[in-house]
């Protein structure tokens, strides 16, 4: 192919690029709201309380790219400048939103979310047990131990302070006329409070059948 052969090929290969990309710039544009999951940044000694989990996020462009967008592919990002304990007021923006190529941000609903912040607590929380059924014979509970007697949690301290006391998992006394002694899980009250150490306790349980005299169990004591 000589000279002037190559140059018609080259002229007419960029006639066809420009011509494909003029199509693709002039194909109809699209709009469509997608409901998005809101990502938040994690701060170093505070807890996240109450925060919005998704905003509806419009989208704007090329019909084909609008039409194979997936909601997995849309980033909200939310960032409190100076954290701190307390309820901030977040505004949503364009800048907030990561979307592909060609694609625009045409609204966010809500555009103003909150989200409250409270300080990250170590703390001893008292256990208590949690029982349920009815021992044999008439017997009943008096006094439970819990060893040890309180566990380690961590968490926002407002919940903490609520939370109070532990529980354990439920105990059943059914068939149980005899002290007995068994391991249990220490649940949280709370899904922001965290049960640090140790995550279970032993619960010593008494029990006294009615009559036995001197109000004391006939049972031998438990090593």
């Known amino acids: 192919m000589n000279r002037w052969g190559l140059r018609l090929l080259a002229v007419t290969l960029a006639l066809v690029a420009w011509f494909a990309f003029s199509v693709e710039k002039r194909e109809l544009q699209s709009e469509k709201v997608f409901e998005t999951t809101v990502r938040y940044?994690?701060?170093?000694?505070?807890?996240?309380?109450?925060?919005?989990?998704?905003?509806?996020?419009?989208?704007?462009?090329?019909?084909?790219?609008?039409?194979?967008?997936?909601?997995?592919?849309?980033?909200?990002?939310?960032?409190?400048?100076?954290?701190?304990?307390?309820?901030?007021?977040?505004?949503?923006?364009?800048?907030?939103?990561?979307l592909p190529e060609d694609l625009d941000?045409?609204?966010?609903?809500?555009?103003?979310?909150?989200?409250?912040?409270?300080?990250?607590?170590?703390?001893?929380?008292?256990?208590?047990?949690?029982?349920?059924?009815?021992?044999a014979a008439g017997?009943?509970?008096?006094?439970?131990?819990?060893?040890?007697?309180?566990?380690?949690?961590?968490?926002?301290?407002s919940r903490i302070d609520e939370a109070g006391v532990l529980t354990t998992t439920p105990i059943d006394l059914t068939g149980h006329a005899l002290d007995f002694e068994t391991q249990a899980r220490v649940v949280s009250p709370d899904p922001l409070i965290s049960v640090v150490q140790p995550a279970f306790v032993t619960v010593r349980i008494p029990l006294e059948i009615p009559g036995t005299g001197n109000g004391e169990s006939e049972n031998p004591p438990l090593d």
């Open 105 to 135: 941000v045409v609204s966010i609903e809500p555009n103003v979310i909150p989200i409250e912040l409270d300080r990250q607590i170590d703390h001893l929380l008292g256990v208590r047990a949690r029982l349920e059924g009815e021992a």
């Open 41 to 98: 940044e994690n701060y170093p000694g505070l807890v996240i309380l109450e925060r919005v989990e998704s905003v509806r996020v419009g989208v704007r462009g090329p019909v084909s790219r609008v039409r194979s967008l997936n909601p997995l592919q849309i980033d909200v990002f939310v960032e409190v400048l100076e954290p701190a304990k307390g309820v901030f007021e977040i505004p949503l923006s364009a800048e907030n939103v990561f």
């Open 139 to 157: 017997a009943v509970v008096t006094d439970p131990e819990i060893l040890p007697p309180m566990v380690l949690v961590r968490g926002p301290q």
